[in-house]
């Protein structure tokens, strides 16, 4: 058997994908020892706390290793995979000795970006100009554990419901066949309830699955029984005797969960929040709603009462401009902004974003709502960025789609204000000298108050109320 010299080989690092990031989940290896990959193929997917990713490998070689397996979460800058660059050939990592093996947190040569032609993209150092190719997955692939609790799948809030028993692991497709079409997030959903891919039938575009797809495998594989029945776990695998597992689920807290619980406690105890509330008479706005979506110029585009919710926010913040600012601790300075990021918080199969329209104050309203409608598209396929996360100044979080009629939101880390949107629904209202049938709505504005007093934030919030009341304002205020 041909050895190979530590010299040539390469430790790929975990990558910081995103500004400030200091790990990453390694969700799926698209490679194993023995593979040869070459430059910018994606080796692996990964999930961090505003994002999934997937890594494309800088050079060309043999895989010698995979460091950690699917599931652990590993901290930026450390190796996760080994590669022979050297042109040799290789045996998988299982089958050489002990001492030939490089450990983990072994120094390595980080990879040159220069004169390789190459563009910079969002993480490693660019593709390669010449086209790139997946090696074919190898063996069975392990099904994991199916989660319990339902995951949301659209930005609505509708979640299908968990099986009541995990479904029975599938034969994986034997080797050589090509990785099935999904996108990360639909990768994401098969792993969490335990469904093989390469056995779903997909019914998306260019034979792409969906999330439909994955749900549909799923109820196809849950046994019919008259009573519930959880078969007994094999004896190598049986859960310890401390935890029921027919009576509760411990869900280890990472990713989108874990940065969100992090950021939420940190300005709860951080930014003494106020909240004030007003109930608004929304009614010309819903028939504004109707008429723009009759109008020419908005043919394609998304509109609804949260674009002109989103619009009358950006008046006000323009007629009471000190509310887009962030307090500086460190220099100890309100620091005013001239422009609005404005963000949408979004329910997503991985938990709770806020994506950011960025320079939302620039845009006409047939600009805000294509903006808006990329946005939620974007989000909905998991597909949003770091870069669309970060940077936000003011935020608008409509709990109304679920049905609620209003909350007291918590402030985005860095931000001032947020601006949660209620239930639109008929009650009886006081117009015109009578009690007629009106849409209403109540707003709900929370606010830093170490740099937005209770009058500044009683004159934005009175100012949205204004416009949606009598929406012809934002001609007049605009």
């Given at each position: 058997m041909t050895t190979m010299t530590e010299a040539s080989v390469r430790e790929f690092k975990m990558p910081d994908v995103g500004e400030g990031l200091t790990e990453a989940e390694i969700l799926k290896w698209y490679v194993q020892p023995g593979d040869t990959v070459t430059d910018g193929q994606v080796v692996c997917e990964v999930e961090t706390a505003k994002a999934a990713v997937e890594l494309p490998i800088p050079?060309?070689?043999v895989v010698r290793d995979l460091h950690f397996p699917e599931g652990t979460t590993v901290d930026v800058g450390t190796a996760i995979i080994a590669v022979d660059v050297g042109g040799g050939s290789a045996a998988p990592a299982a089958e050489q000795p002990a001492a030939e093996r490089p450990a983990a947190a072994a120094p390595a040569e980080e990879p040159k970006a220069a004169g390789s032609g190459r563009q910079p993209v969002l993480v490693g150092y660019g593709v390669a100009t010449s086209s790139t190719r997946r090696r074919p997955r190898k063996g069975p692939e392990v099904p994991v554990q199916q989660a319990s609790t339902a995951i949301q799948t659209e930005l609505n809030g509708h979640a299908p419901a968990a099986p009541a028993a995990t479904p029975a692991a599938t034969p994986a497709a034997p080797a050589g066949t090509e990785r099935p079409l999904a996108k990360p997030p639909v990768r994401k959903l098969a792993k969490d309830l335990g469904v093989d891919l390469t056995t779903v039938v997909p019914t998306g575009p260019d034979g792409i699955i969906t999330r439909e797809d994955v749900h549909a495998a799923v109820a196809a594989a849950v046994p019919v029984a008259t009573e519930p029945q959880v078969a007994p776990a094999p004896a190598a695998t049986q859960a310890p005797a401390s935890h029921d597992t027919t009576r509760e689920t411990r869900i280890p807290v990472k990713g989108v969960r874990k940065a969100t619980a992090a950021a939420m406690v940190g300005s709860a105890f951080t930014a003494p929040h106020v909240?004030?509330?007003?109930?608004?008479?929304?009614?010309?706005?819903?028939?504004?709603?109707?008429?723009?979506?009759?109008?020419?110029?908005f043919t394609g585009l998304r509109v609804n009462p949260l674009l002109l919710i989103a619009k009358a926010l950006l008046v006000a913040i323009r007629r009471n401009p000190d509310v887009n600012a962030s307090w500086d601790e460190a220099a100890q300075e309100i620091v005013v902004k001239h422009y609005v990021n404005l963000g949408i918080a979004a329910a997503t199969p991985r938990g709770l974003i806020v994506p950011n329209i960025k320079d939302a104050h620039a845009k006409t309203l047939p600009q805000l709502a294509e903006?808006?409608?990329?946005?939620?598209?974007?989000?909905?396929?998991?597909?949003?960025?770091?870069?669309?996360?970060?940077?936000?100044?003011?935020?608008?979080?409509n709990v109304g789609v679920f049905?609620?009629?209003?909350?007291?939101?918590?402030?985005?880390?860095?931000?001032?204000?947020?601006?949660?949107?209620?239930?639109?629904?008929?009650?009886?209202?006081v117009h015109k000298g009578k009690v007629k049938p009106r849409q209403v709505t109540t707003l709900a504005l929370s606010f830093d108050h170490r740099l937005v007093d209770g009058e500044l934030g009683s004159k934005v919030l009175a100012d949205v109320a204004a416009i949606l009341e009598q929406p012809k304002r934002l001609i007049t205020w605009a």
């Open positions: 050079y060309d070689g909240t004030e509330f007003v109930t608004v008479d929304v009614t010309r706005t819903m028939k504004l709603v109707e008429e723009l979506k009759a109008d020419k110029e903006s808006l409608g990329e946005l939620v598209a974007t989000a909905r396929d998991g597909k949003t960025s770091p870069a669309a996360m970060q940077g936000g100044t003011v935020t608008i979080t049905g609620v009629d209003t909350g007291t939101p918590i402030l985005n880390p860095g931000e001032s204000a947020i601006l949660a949107v209620g239930a639109i629904k008929p009650q009886p209202w």
